[in-house]
């Protein structure tokens, strides 16, 4: 048996097929990125999800034969099919907006404190469970999450892996099983929901036409199927007193605990307990992320030459500091649109004077979620009652320096950043356990730690300085 993994790993800005290699140690190559994001049709915001299929299948005819294939992408959307397993319509992106209001009538209609009794997440206006209500089901026997979507095209399979099901709203956070006397109370159809699967359970072997469309063939293996699951399980902590923030387009920044927190102050504080990989929890609340920084970009290059990221980030480092500061998660800045002009609206309704040039966007947009990481990052240590020493950012952003550095400085905590590729990590690891070659989640930890190149950011500056800032915004 070879030692070489593959993961299929969708983000919501790329998507990338990446080789894992562990024979001497633990080594990644990039055997295919491409761009991924929302495509406007009309009124409504779908993912392209053909295109995707067919870049994964480019990527893993680069990657060449391996042992296993492992497939995670963000969470909570999904396909629907009919009885024959065709695809009803094309998948709707999170950020549409045909959620609206539905949170909030679900709400009333079954009490949000059972709500979160039930599945313990953080009221999301785009959780799975209000798409669903928001959806037409007539004629859908099978509701299949994007990697189960996938590893059925891959495999002819159906089922829906446990840590991205747990996204959904609909799955029992005590049992870990689908919650179906809530599915019923709602009216959905619980047919609609398919078999659970365990990370490291097989998935199956590539479909025949697959296997000659690729040039080769192997299993697919269940992994966290939820990006953010892949990533905590791969974050390179020594020992529990670790807080993470997993930093892509969204931050999810929290900590990993052994059982839920379900108090009203939890909930209140709208934290999530979703799967992790190994029945751990992952404590942990939506911070808007890179999204913010993203949609400048794509507003800056729509108007001029566009923007060269190096560079605008050199320039926010010589900004002033806390010139303006808002609030990441203001609803506002959820659907694609323009950003700078939503950030210079929330500024102003905030009595702030709006940033006067991209530089000093962005160092607002940092500053901002480097609030927002801290915020995070406190509340779950108060509301699990338990203390953490160290912050690991992984992800795109662990690249970020400023980043990093703000967010080391706002939690007056050291930050360690990296790795970047912290989900496919967690992917190929999963793979590898199951094939024997490695022992738990420790084990998974210890050779990131001891493989990939970290770095590591110091408290610096005046905390107050974060302390009035924060309390201008929250
Ligand atoms: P996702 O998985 O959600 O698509 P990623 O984890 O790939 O997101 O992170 C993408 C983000 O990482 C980019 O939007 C960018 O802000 C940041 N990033 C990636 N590379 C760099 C870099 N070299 N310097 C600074 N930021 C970077
Ligand atoms: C990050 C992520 C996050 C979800 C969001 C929809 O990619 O999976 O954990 O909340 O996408």
């Known amino acids: 048996?070879?030692?070489?993994?593959?993961?299929?790993?969708?983000?919501?800005?790329?998507?990338?097929?990446?080789?894992?290699?562990?024979?001497?140690?633990?080594?990644?190559?990039?055997?295919?990125?491409?761009?991924?994001?929302p495509v406007r049709v009309a009124d409504r915001l779908y993912w392209d999800v053909l295109g995707l299929y067919r870049e994964i299948l480019t990527g893993l005819r680069a990657a060449g034969p391996v042992s296993s294939i492992g497939?995670?992408?963000?969470?909570?959307?999904?396909?629907?099919?009919?009885?024959?397993?065709?695809?009803?319509?094309?998948?709707?992106?999170?950020?549409?907006?045909?959620?609206?209001?539905?949170?909030?009538?679900?709400?009333?209609?079954?009490?949000?404190?059972?709500?979160?009794?039930?599945?313990?997440?953080?009221?999301?206006?785009?959780?799975?469970?209000?798409?669903?209500?928001?959806?037409?089901?007539?004629?859908?026997?099978?509701?299949?999450?994007?990697?189960?979507?996938?590893?059925?095209?891959?495999?002819?399979?159906l089922g829906a892996e446990v840590t991205n099901a747990s996204t959904t709203g609909l799955l029992d956070v005590r049992t870990r099983s689908w919650a179906l006397p809530l599915i019923k109370q709602l009216g959905l159809p619980s047919g609609i929901f398919p078999p659970l699967r365990q990370p490291g359970d097989a998935v199956g072997g590539l479909?025949?036409?697959?296997?000659?469309?690729?040039?080769?063939?192997?299993?697919?293996?269940?992994?966290?199927?939820?990006?953010?699951?892949?990533?905590?399980?791969?974050?390179?902590?020594?020992?529990?007193?670790?807080?993470?923030?997993?930093?892509?387009?969204?931050?999810?920044?929290g900590i990993e605990l052994p059982e839920p927190v379900l108090t009203p102050e939890s909930r209140a504080a709208n934290f999530t307990n979703e799967a992790g990989v190994d029945g751990t929890v992952r404590y942990l609340r939506n911070v808007m992320g890179l999204w913010l920084l993203q949609e400048c970009l794509r507003a800056w290059s729509a108007t001029g030459p566009g923007?060269?990221?190096?560079?605008?980030?050199?320039?926010?480092?010589?900004?002033?500091?806390?010139?303006?500061?808002?609030?990441p998660d203001e609803p506002a800045f959820l659907p694609p649109g323009d950003m700078p002009a939503r950030i210079a609206a929330e500024c102003r309704r905030t009595g702030q004077r709006p940033p006067s040039s991209p530089a000093a966007y962005v160092r607002c947009v940092l500053e901002s979620l480097a609030l927002g990481h801290r915020l995070a990052v406190r509340q779950?240590?108060?509301?699990?009652?338990?203390?953490?020493?160290?912050?690991?950012?992984?992800?795109?952003?662990?690249?970020?320096?400023?980043?990093?550095?703000?967010?080391?400085?706002?939690?007056?905590?050291?930050?360690?950043?990296?790795?970047?590729?912290?989900?496919?990590?967690?992917?190929?690891?999963v793979q590898a356990r199951a094939a024997g070659l490695v022992s738990g989640l420790e084990?998974?930890?210890?050779?990131?730690?001891?493989?990939?190149?970290?770095?590591?950011?110091?408290?610096?500056?005046?905390?107050?300085?974060?302390?009035?800032a924060a309390a201008r915004v929250f």
Do not use: K
């Open 380 to 429: 779950a240590m108060e509301l699990s009652g338990r203390d953490v020493e160290v912050v690991h950012l992984v992800g795109g952003g662990s690249r970020n320096e400023l980043l990093c550095q703000f967010t080391a400085d706002a939690c007056g905590l050291p930050v360690v950043a990296g790795p970047a590729e912290a989900t496919t990590f967690g992917n190929v690891l």
């Open 71 to 157: 497939v995670d992408s963000w969470a909570v959307d999904y396909a629907l099919l009919d009885g024959s397993g065709a695809m009803l319509g094309n998948p709707v992106h999170y950020r549409d907006d045909r959620t609206r209001g539905v949170a909030e009538q679900v709400a009333g209609a079954v009490g949000a404190e059972t709500l979160y009794d039930v599945s313990g997440l953080q009221v999301l206006p785009f959780n799975t469970i209000y798409q669903l209500l928001a959806d037409r089901l007539d004629g859908a026997a099978t509701m299949l999450l994007i990697p189960d979507l996938i590893g059925y095209w891959l495999t002819g399979e």
């Open 1 to 37: 048996m070879s030692r070489r993994f593959a993961a299929v790993d969708l983000g919501a800005s790329s998507g990338r097929v990446m080789l894992a290699d562990l024979s001497g140690g633990l080594s990644l190559t990039e055997a295919h990125r491409f761009p991924n994001g």
């Open 307 to 327: 923007s060269d990221l190096r560079e605008l980030l050199a320039a926010a480092a010589g900004e002033r500091p806390f010139a303006a500061v808002v609030n």
């Open 443 to 468: 084990e998974m930890r210890s050779l990131v730690a001891t493989s990939q190149p970290l770095r590591r950011y110091e408290p610096s500056g005046d905390p107050r300085a974060w302390d009035e």
């Open 207 to 253: 479909r025949r036409d697959v296997a000659a469309e690729i040039g080769w063939s192997a299993p697919v293996r269940a992994v966290g199927s939820h990006d953010t699951a892949s990533a905590v399980a791969a974050v390179p902590a020594s020992g529990p007193s670790f807080a993470y923030v997993s930093c892509g387009t969204w931050s999810l920044a």
